[in-house]
């Protein structure tokens, strides 16, 4: 006599995918989205560093400012050396969306041009640029280290009175062409508050000197580039 078990063990396989499914965060419910009221992180506080000769390394810092002001957290970027060129139009996609983004706000101190690129630009007002902006860094995060960063702060409030997450894009370069000290680009990570997390992106070279300070170092690295062919900055693909 033969016992037929494949209606038992669909119903333990059923089982075990409902079990899998309830340790998931979402409980195995599908992700909807909800309103955008201000909150907290919980485990906010790391540096992350984001070099390499690939592309992502703004994008990936982006979407992560996208996805934490999704949260209701306080998203500020601040970017050097990103001016502008003639092959960018003056409004980038992205500043579009930022704008469009309850809690994720963004400034721009960068310079017309590439610094060392021999494109018309003035490296001296490049260096000038660069050290403000370095100098508005601190201002940021001394202003988040004044902020409450495990209560909610307001979706529209002043970048100044306190962020959770700061992006600081292309610093890296700025300090591996010399235009801020890697030095205080290390001072700025070991003094800011406990609680806010701080990124920063750029340069094609290691930045070395945040091994042992930085919690999350990733190399973008490059294996095709369509620049390597020819193309242009492409609206809605870089700009």
């Given at each position: 006599?033969?016992?037929?078990?494949?209606?038992?063990?669909?119903?333990?396989?059923?089982?075990?995918?409902?079990?899998?499914?309830?340790?998931?965060?979402?409980?195995?419910?599908?992700?909807?989205?909800?309103?955008?009221?201000?909150?907290?992180?919980?485990?906010?506080?790391?540096?992350?560093?984001?070099?390499?000769?690939?592309?992502?390394?703004?994008?990936?810092?982006?979407?992560?400012?996208?996805?934490?002001?999704?949260?209701?957290?306080?998203?500020h970027?601040?970017?050097?050396?990103?001016?502008?060129?003639?092959?960018?139009?003056?409004?980038?996609?992205?500043?579009?969306?930022?704008?469009?983004?309850?809690?994720?706000?963004?400034?721009?101190?960068?310079?017309?041009?590439?610094?060392?690129?021999?494109?018309?630009?003035?490296?001296?007002?490049h260096?000038?640029?660069?050290?403000?902006?370095?100098?508005?860094?601190?201002?940021?995060?001394?202003?988040?280290?004044?902020?409450a960063?495990?209560?909610?702060?307001?979706?529209?409030?002043?970048?100044?009175?306190?962020?959770?997450?700061?992006?600081l894009?292309?610093?890296?370069?700025?300090?591996?062409?010399?235009?801020?000290?890697?030095?205080?680009?290390?001072?700025?990570?070991?003094?800011?508050?406990?609680?806010?997390?701080?990124?920063?992106?750029?340069?094609?070279?290691?930045?070395?000197?945040?091994?042992?300070?930085?919690?999350?170092?990733?190399?973008?690295?490059?294996?095709?580039?369509?620049?390597?062919?020819?193309?242009?900055?492409?609206?809605?693909?870089?700009?």
């Amino acid at each position: 006599m033969t016992h037929d078990t494949t209606d038992s063990d669909e119903t333990d396989a059923s089982t075990d995918d409902q079990t899998s499914a309830a340790r998931t965060p979402g409980g195995g419910a599908a992700p909807e989205p909800a309103p955008i009221e201000p909150a907290a992180p919980d485990e906010f506080g790391l540096v992350q560093a984001w070099w390499g000769d690939g592309k992502g390394k703004t994008t990936a810092a982006m979407g992560m400012g996208f996805r934490a002001a999704g949260h209701g957290y306080r998203v500020h970027m601040l970017q050097f050396m990103k001016g502008g060129a003639d092959s960018v139009e003056g409004v980038r996609g992205e500043y579009n969306a930022i704008a469009a983004m309850p809690g994720f706000t963004y400034e721009n101190a960068g310079h017309y041009g590439w610094h060392g690129l021999l494109d018309g630009s003035a490296d001296d007002e490049h260096e000038a640029k660069a050290g403000a902006a370095f100098e508005r860094a601190t201002e940021l995060v001394a202003g988040a280290g004044e902020a409450a960063l495990r209560e909610p702060l307001p979706l529209d409030g002043d970048p100044d009175d306190g962020v959770h997450l700061l992006i600081l894009d292309e610093v890296l370069y700025a300090a591996d062409r010399g235009l801020v000290d890697p030095a205080d680009v290390v001072d700025l990570a070991e003094s800011k508050p406990d609680d806010l997390e701080l990124v920063l992106t750029g340069s094609h070279a290691e930045p070395a000197y945040l091994e042992g300070v930085a919690d999350l170092i990733t190399n973008v690295r490059k294996v095709a580039h369509p620049f390597d062919a020819g193309h242009r900055a492409r609206r809605g693909t870089e700009y």
